[in-house]
C-alpha cells in the first residue's frame, strides 16, 4: 500500500470524486484515512496528489510544491470564473487577426513572469471571514477580494489555432455535460447556446482564437486568473480554455 498515489484527475471530476473512484477499485484502501494534496478545478485536468494514512499530516508539505501546467486561453469570452464553466459578462464581437493578436500577448506576458500580485477569482475556495468566497458570489454579497503574491518561473507562448462559432459552441456543450454537482450547468450552458448558437451569433465572428501555453510556477498561482488578466491587459475577453496540471515538485503522470 502506497502513501502518495499520483491519479489523473479527468476533467468534469472533482478531486474528491478522483480520489473516491481510485479508493472504490482499490478496496484494500477502504478504510484507511486519504486526502488530496492541491486542489483542480472542475474543467481543469492531470495530475493530482493522494496522500495515505500517516502522510495526510505532511499535507502542507505538499500544497507548497512548486507546479506546471499545459493550458489554453480562448479569446472574445470572459466569464465570471474565468473559464467556460462560468456565466459570460463580457462578449468581443470584433474580428481578430492571429498575427496581431500574437504580437500583443507575446508583449505583454512580461507582467506575469517573476512576482507579482494576484487576485483570488470569485469563484474559488478561498475563506473570507470563514466563507469562500464562492458562496459570496453564488449570493451576491459583495466582499473585498484577497490578494496573494505569486511567482511564476516560467511562461511560455506556443500557437495560436483558431475555431470555428458552431465548433466552439459544440466542444463546450460536450465538456460542461461531464460535469457532476451543482455548478450551474445548465444555466450557463443555456447563455452559452444563446450567444454562439441563437440570436447572438449574429453580433459574432464565425471564428475565434485560442492560444496555447506551458507555465511553471510557485504554489497558489490560478492559472486562469492568468487567462482572465491576460485578457484585460490586451483589452479582448479571454478565459482559460484547457488546463492541464503535468507536473507538482518532483512527481509527474500524464
Not at 464562492?134 to 506556443?158: C, D, M, N, Q
Not at 459552441?169 to 445548465?186: C, P, S, T
Amino acid at each position: 500500500m502506497k502513501n502518495v498515489i499520483l491519479l489523473n484527475k479527468k476533467e468534469g471530476q472533482t478531486p474528491l470524486e478522483a480520489l473516491e473512484q481510485f479508493r472504490a477499485k482499490n478496496k484494500e484502501y477502504k478504510d484507511m484515512p486519504m486526502t488530496y494534496a492541491g486542489r483542480l478545478d472542475p474543467m481543469a485536468s492531470g495530475l493530482l496528489i493522494v496522500l495515505v494514512g500517516k502522510e495526510c499530516k505532511q499535507k502542507e508539505k505538499y500544497l507548497n510544491l512548486d507546479k506546471e501546467y499545459e493550458f489554453e486561453i480562448l479569446f472574445g469570452f470572459a466569464t465570471d470564473t474565468y473559464d467556460i464553466l462560468g456565466k459570460l459578462q463580457k462578449i468581443f464581437r470584433q474580428d481578430l487577426k492571429s498575427e496581431n493578436l500574437e504580437k500583443n500577448i507575446k508583449e505583454n506576458l512580461k507582467y506575469f513572469t517573476g512576482k507579482f500580485t494576484q487576485k483570488y477569482p470569485m469563484y474559488s475556495s478561498k475563506t473570507v471571514k470563514g466563507k469562500p468566497l464562492f458562496a459570496y458570489a453564488r449570493e451576491g454579497e459583495e466582499v473585498e477580494t484577497p490578494t496573494r503574491e505569486v511567482f511564476v518561473k516560467s511562461l511560455k507562448f506556443i500557437k495560436i489555432k483558431k475555431i470555428g462559432r458552431e465548433k466552439l459552441l459544440e466542444n463546450i456543450e460536450k465538456r460542461i455535460a461531464k460535469v457532476n454537482g451543482d455548478f450551474r450547468q445548465k444555466e450557463i450552458l443555456k447563455i452559452w447556446k444563446r450567444e454562439l448558437g441563437g440570436l447572438g451569433r449574429k453580433k459574432l465572428p464565425e471564428q475565434f482564437f485560442s492560444a496555447s501555453f506551458k507555465i511553471k510556477c510557485g504554489s497558489g498561482t490560478y492559472v486562469r486568473g492568468i487567462a482572465h488578466s491576460l485578457g484585460e491587459k490586451i483589452n479582448i475577453p479571454a478565459l482559460a480554455y484547457s488546463i492541464k496540471r503535468t507536473k507538482i515538485g518532483k512527481y509527474s503522470k500524464l
